[in-house]
């Protein structure tokens, strides 16, 4: 099993139930230093010492790679995500673990400021970026090594795993055939006033692979067939959340997970055999983090990165920096996107490598990509 097989498996998260709200939104104070880890239904998992896991630490003085559009086009969009939906998502209320080092929500949200309004200036200008200068950075803002927690590896002390995660470009049908017989379905529109009709969290993949919601099937109707592909076409929909189909008539569109089966995702376990089903919406762009498939945030390669947005936290921006190849480099991130990997996960960040049309360009590509990184994440002083 390749190593994406861990990515970002989604990026739709069900807000906090009523019964937990006031556990969620606000996050610990910070006179304690023990954290409590949560999932991605607000439940608590485990404690753990937010001072062990931040130090104060400068950038090491190399050039930071990142495609300066592409950032500051998710940059915008993520601060419009909390700027919409600050009163009816909790996670962009929550400062994680991270204020156990003093870091507030207003100083998340200045720093996503004043990197847009730097971008904006330096591109408009047409100067050097200095985003991509350690020297700036280190003048204009705390710089924090996040050092993983692995309950699983208690040798992982130093660098988190980086694995990567991609849009996939597959044929598909719009009606089921011999080739084409694993299909993406679309619940059906909420009526307002009714209560939601939660049939869809009773069935696993498999049972729907066999056929429940085709012809003949006993919930035929119920939804609608947005895509068919074959059965990789499929895992790779479900593994990474964003799926672009050109379809046998010359047409091709993106689908995006919307609402998943309630059956969380399993680590360790092939993807085959993983019994979470994600329904999916067609959509306009590559999409990233958001509580409902309408609000999601839009995200692009090579500057998005998944992770836990309960614990670490929407919005956080992060440098990563690998030896691979002989020496040291740095590239700029925001974390704006999240999965079933990570809740919780305080020792992994999943990089948005591209689109690719095929395994092979994507294999190809992710060997260049290093497994371990040195993570640090950036507030505005």
């Not at 880890?37 to 607000?42: A, S």
């Not at 959509?283 to 958001?290: L, S």
């Not at 309408?294 to 440098?319: H, M, Q």
């Not at 919780?344 to 960040?349: E, R, V």
Request: with cysteine; net charge positive; proline share 7%.
């Amino acid at each position: 099993m390749m190593f994406l097989a861990v990515g970002c498996q989604a990026a739709t998260v069900p807000s906090a139930p009523a019964a937990v709200s006031a556990t969620v939104t606000p996050s610990p104070v910070a006179v304690s230093s023990l954290y409590t880890v949560l999932d991605e239904f607000g439940q608590p998992q485990f404690q753990v010492d937010g001072r062990q896991l931040f130090r104060d630490r400068p950038l090491p003085p190399h050039r930071i790679r990142t495609a300066p559009m592409k950032l500051l086009q998710v940059l915008r969009s993520t601060r419009q995500y909390f700027q919409d939906f600050s009163e009816t998502d909790p996670i962009t209320q929550r400062e994680g673990i991270l204020a156990i080092k003093g870091v507030t929500l207003p100083q998340v949200l200045d720093t996503l400021d004043f990197m847009i309004a730097t971008l904006t200036a330096d591109i408009s200008r047409k100067r050097p970026i200095r985003l991509q200068d350690p020297a700036f950075i280190n003048q204009h803002f705390r710089v924090m090594q996040w050092l993983p927690y692995n309950p699983r590896n208690p040798n992982q002390t130093e660098e988190l795993r980086l694995t990567n995660y991609a849009v996939f470009t597959h044929r598909g049908s719009r009606s089921r055939t011999e080739t084409y017989n694993a299909a993406l379905y679309a619940l059906l529109p909420h009526v307002p006033a009714q209560p939601e009709d939660l049939f869809y969290k009773q069935l696993t993949k498999q049972q729907i692979l066999a056929g429940i919601f085709e012809p003949g099937g006993s919930l035929y109707g119920r939804v609608k067939p947005l895509a068919y592909l074959t059965r990789r076409g499929l895992e790779d929909a479900l593994m990474q959340g964003t799926i672009l189909v050109q379809f046998t008539d010359g047409t091709e569109e993106f689908f995006n997970v919307d609402r998943h089966n309630g059956i969380p995702f399993a680590k360790g376990v092939d993807p085959y055999e993983q019994r979470r089903y994600w329904y999916f919406r067609q959509v306009a762009a590559i999409k990233g983090y958001g509580n409902t498939v309408e609000n999601k945030i839009n995200i692009e390669p090579e500057v998005t990165f998944a992770g836990d947005v309960w614990n670490i936290g929407l919005g956080r921006i992060v440098v990563v920096e690998d030896t691979q190849g002989g020496w040291p480099k740095l590239r700029l991130g925001v974390i704006a996107d999240t999965g079933g990997a990570f809740m919780p996960n305080l020792y992994q960040l999943d990089f948005l490598a591209g689109i690719f049309p095929d395994r092979a360009s994507y294999q190809a590509a992710a060997r260049r990509l290093p497994h371990y990184v040195r993570a640090y994440i950036l507030i505005k002083k």
